[in-house]
């Protein structure tokens, strides 16, 4: 590492050191640890959605991802923009914003179970998500841990201890507030970093034309796995109904795409700031922070290929030796000037710091206060900051043990870990909190009995599918093979040779849970809901605010 790198990671850490200062200092209350106050700055709650929603994850995940699927990957950028910030800030934000407001809800699993009176369903989401964000943080931590690792030349475990302890400290002593200085900071570097790259790879390919036409012509040189999958060149989609197109389409595209409108850790921002429009003065901030971020990472994690072809004559994954998350810093290592690598060394870093920050500060406030102060009532008291703060760390333990098994087991295998990571997650809180969310937010009929079906249905199918039916996951998991000896229940041998149950063009073990998880989910908050116990009206003119 040179002198300028180890002085500029100093003065940034500081800076991050600083805001955390400032964030704990003006914390005096459970609604300033965990909702700023409520009164935090459009631009600051914009950044920091979309540093909290867009991190290592999207750039060197997903990017090294369409190192492999091309640019079909752009088509999560145009579902992030439409679904992830016009229908969440414009539809939903407001919405939530004034419901959290009359029921005094400080956290997602507190609005719902405050709308629907019921301490269970507040209880069982926190256990959802405590449970299963540590799957999507830790996907997170691999890839900024990688990239630390290759670029200051550490040890992969050195690199992932350091990281998980400079952002727990300001998490846990500043709150939602640290967590969304610093992330407004991070998000202002991220954009910085990318548009830069994005500029410098265009120009070392000669051209926008000339990048894209170089990588077109690479077709032919699909490895033939890849092509066996329905791959048919970077700048095309694969075939339809091929596992290639199965894994693009509904578990990378749909599964972040629709899933983002559930996330329990950027639903709580919509409740951080003032008024509606201040919300609506967020989504040009935010629409333009997602494209140039998850836009220019996929396109340029596709060109990556015109660049390993022309100096190495290997396709990326070829060259990256099977690893799709080093892919990116693979391709930052070997193309760009010195100068820059500092530069988007504090991109990538940013990026990895405001999403684990904020799924720590969740992950806290879920066990702390929604699960062991709300739901079991053993309240204190702090209102919840105590409990919150201990739960951090246990999150963070669990998610730094995860991240090291999971290197450890699928690092070298050319499996997408954080890309998958973060999809599922993504999906199953699409599956268990969606049709609630939306029921919670616009409907008098949904009751709670109704809430409960969906969440529970939701939830269980996509593990089920998860473990037992989807291949990739399935075959990770391993549960699935110790029971019943195959990697999937969709798969069976036929004289010795796999075959894969399908329907039509519907291969069932490449079929994303969210994809029979969301529609059950729908179908069983509706169907109960019209034979339950409904809602006090009372109660719903109040949620609604339609009580004069």
């Given amino acids: 590492m040179s002198i300028w ?62 190192g492999v699927f091309g640019m079909g990957l752009l088509w999560l950028t145009v579902m992030n923009i439409f679904i992830g910030i016009f229908i969440a800030f414009w539809v939903f934000g407001g919405r939530t914003r004034r419901m959290g407001l009359r029921l005094d809800a400080h956290t997602f699993p507190e609005l719902l179970g405050r709308r629907f009176q019921s301490r269970f369903i507040q209880g069982a989401v926190a256990i959802i998500i405590f449970l299963f964000i540590p799957l999507y943080a830790s996907a997170v931590l691999i890839g900024a841990a990688k990239y630390i690792s290759s670029q200051f030349s550490v040890d ?95 578990t990378i595209i749909m599964g972040v795409g629709i899933g983002v409108l559930a996330q329990p850790q950027l639903a709580v921002r919509y409740m951080t700031v003032k008024s509606g429009k201040e919300l ?15 836009g220019v990472a996929y396109v340029v994690g596709a060109l990556s290929n015109v660049h390993f072809q022309q100096t190495l004559g290997k396709v990326s994954i070829v060259a990256a030796k099977g690893d799709v998350e080093a892919i990116i810093p693979m391709y930052l ?32 406030t879920s066990l702390g206060r929604d ?36 290197e450890l087991k699928f690092g070298k295998t050319g499996t997408s870990i954080v890309a ?8 199953l809180c699409a599956c268990a909190f969606l049709p609630m969310y939306v029921g919670a937010l616009w409907s008098r009929s949904i009751t709670k009995a109704g809430a409960i079906a969906g969440m529970l249905s939701g939830s269980v199918f996509s593990l089920f599918w998860m ?51 969301l529609p059950l989910s729908v179908l069983m908050t509706v169907a109960v809901s019209c034979f339950s116990k409904k809602t006090a009206e009372d109660h719903l003119d109040r949620c609604m605010g339609t009580k004069s």
């Avoid at 003065?281 to 998850?294: D, K, L, Q």
């Avoid at 209102?383 to 730094?400: K, P």
Wanted: with cysteine.
């Fill in 420 to 427: 998958r990571g973060t999809a599922i997650f993504f999906g």
């Fill in 467 to 517: 473990v037992f039916i989807q291949e990739k996951a399935s075959s990770a998991l391993l549960l699935c093979n110790r029971l019943f000896g195959t990697r999937s229940l969709a798969i069976h041998l036929v004289d010795g040779k796999e075959v894969f149950s399908s329907m039509g063009p519907i291969v069932w073990a490449y079929v994303d849970p969210l994809m029979i998880g």
């Fill in 5 to 66: 790198m180890m002085i500029i990671v100093v003065a940034y850490l500081c800076v991050i050191g600083y805001l955390g200062f400032r964030g704990f200092k003006t914390t005096k209350s459970a609604t300033d640890y965990m909702l700023g106050g409520r009164s935090v700055h459009p631009y600051v709650m914009a950044m920091s959605y979309g540093a909290t929603f867009i991190s290592t994850s999207a750039i060197v995940g997903f990017g090294g991802a369409a």
């Fill in 156 to 250: 992969y475990n050195v690199a992932l201890f350091v990281f998980s302890v400079i952002i727990a400290l300001y998490v846990v002593m500043g709150g939602i507030k640290g967590v969304m200085y610093t992330d407004a900071l991070q998000g202002t570097i991220m954009l910085f970093g990318m548009t830069a790259l994005l500029i410098m790879t265009y120009v070392k390919m000669g051209g926008v034309t000339a990048a894209h036409q170089s990588l077109t012509d690479m077709a032919a040189l699909v490895p033939e796995k890849l092509q066996a999958g329905g791959h048919q060149g970077w700048t095309s989609m694969p075939k339809f109904g091929a596992p290639s197109w199965w894994v693009l389409v509904s």
């Fill in 333 to 364: 290592q070997s193309a760009m000037p010195e100068w820059f690598s500092i530069l988007f060394m504090l991109t990538l870093i940013s990026a990895a710091m405001s999403t684990l920050s904020s799924q720590f500060h969740v992950m806290g």
């Fill in 371 to 406: 699960l062991v102060e709300e739901s079991m009532g053993r309240k204190n008291n702090g209102g919840g900051v105590l409990a919150t703060r201990g739960a951090v760390f246990v999150g963070i333990l669990i998610s730094v043990y995860l991240s090291y098994i999971i």
């Fill in 280 to 294: 609506n003065r967020a989504i040009p901030i935010g629409g333009v922070f997602i494209m140039m971020v998850t």
